[in-house]
């Protein structure tokens, strides 16, 4: 199983970026898929989810109205669009998939890609 995420990087205030995640190893269509961030110091939280399907999201307060989540499941791929970037965005943006079963959770994650907002 890989969750491969990309497209992290530097960015001023109020830009925009697009992460991806590539997942390989599962079948990605029937997992949930989320987007976390972490800070140093910091328990790692929910920015994004979406459903297998991808006709249901959710998202952290914070960046509600900024930040979209959506997924391709022919390419077993998921993005997070994010717009009007703040500098409180800043963090290492982890790709994670949960797949629903009897009994526990199968729960993977990615290696995670460093984003940072700042002037």
């Known amino acids: 199983v890989q969750l491969v995420e990309s497209g992290g990087g530097l960015v001023q205030p109020g830009g925009s970026l697009r992460l991806s995640c590539a997942a390989s190893?599962?079948?990605?269509?029937?997992?949930?898929m989320s987007w976390f961030r972490q800070v140093p110091g910091k328990e790692r939280e929910l920015v994004a989810g979406i459903n297998s399907g991808g006709g249901s999201t959710n998202y952290a307060d914070s960046v509600k109205g900024r930040f979209t989540i959506s997924r391709d499941n022919a390419k077993n791929t998921v993005y997070l669009q994010m717009n009007s970037l703040k500098p409180e965005d800043t963090g290492v943006y982890y790709c994670n998939a949960v797949g629903l079963r009897i009994g526990p959770p199968l729960v993977y994650w990615g290696r995670g890609t460093q984003v940072t907002v700042s002037s």
């Open positions: 190893g599962f079948t990605f269509s029937t997992y949930h």
